[in-house]
């Protein structure tokens, strides 16, 4: 199995701060990388799909970036409701398999 | 507007079979491209994608617990099926459906989870 690794585990951030997640694959998955927020006591919502690409619904604060094994969640001014966990996901090679997730946090 | 539901048992022994039902509305597994897929999020093991049934029956399973793992569907009243057989405690967690689309392989719709406890 594909295995994803993400960074930092926790991240403590102020509001308005401008921040990235890591997602690392153990082996190239070309862009079949996807981004999810969960909040507590919520089912995971998609942010990103395909490494870059938008999804309709999502504030432009989000974005990503990244191809093979490196990947990349960006956040431009972290809003308060922007806390919570972030994960991603691979649909390069079955099974599917997500990371460990990252905790953004209020600092 | 795409919607999934899961209900279960709840609490169940160890060596039991578990039994979820996914009820959905806004999309049928009786076309052409629709699938219901169905993750579960452990203590142990974060997300992980359990099994995926087709509109036309194909199935497909995670290898790690391949054997464990049946999936069916009900077309007509819009209802897919989970069953996994001999539980123990690491399968205690949160159990989700999602739609699945043909050639789409993010998540765009998942129900609100159904949390499902191991004990004996």
């Known amino acids: 199995d594909i295995m994803l690794t993400q960074s930092p585990a926790t991240l403590s951030v102020t509001p308005g701060e401008s921040i990235s997640l890591s997602c690392r694959a153990s082996q190239s998955i070309s862009t079949n990388l996807h981004w999810y927020q969960q909040k507590p006591n919520e089912s995971p919502r998609v942010l990103i799909k395909?490494?870059?690409q938008t999804i309709s619904g999502i504030p432009s604060r989000f974005s990503g970036s990244g191809s093979g094994t490196d990947f990349t969640l960006n956040i431009n001014r972290v809003e308060p409701e922007d806390f919570s966990v972030y994960y991603c996901q691979q649909s390069n090679s079955w099974p599917y398999t997500f990371g460990a997730g990252t905790k953004l946090e209020l600092k | 507007q795409v919607s999934l539901k899961e209900s279960g048992p709840g609490i169940l022994q160890p060596f039991q079979t578990l039994s979820l039902t996914c009820s959905f509305s806004?999309?049928?597994?009786?076309?052409?491209?629709?699938?219901v897929g169905w993750i579960r999020q452990t203590s142990g093991k974060g997300l992980e994608y359990l099994a995926t049934i087709w509109w036309d029956d194909d199935k497909y399973f995670n290898p790690s617990l391949n054997s464990r793992l049946t999936v069916s569907k009900d077309t007509s009243n819009n209802q897919a099926f989970l069953k996994i057989t001999s539980v123990d405690t690491a399968d205690t967690g949160t159990y989700y459906c999602?739609?699945?689309?043909?050639?789409?392989?993010?998540?765009?719709?998942w129900g609100q989870g159904v949390m499902v406890t191991v004990s004996s």
């Open positions: 395909y490494a870059s």
């Open positions: 999602t739609q699945r689309d043909w050639g789409l392989y993010y998540f765009d719709y």
């Open positions: 806004g999309f049928s597994l009786g076309t052409s491209n629709m699938g």
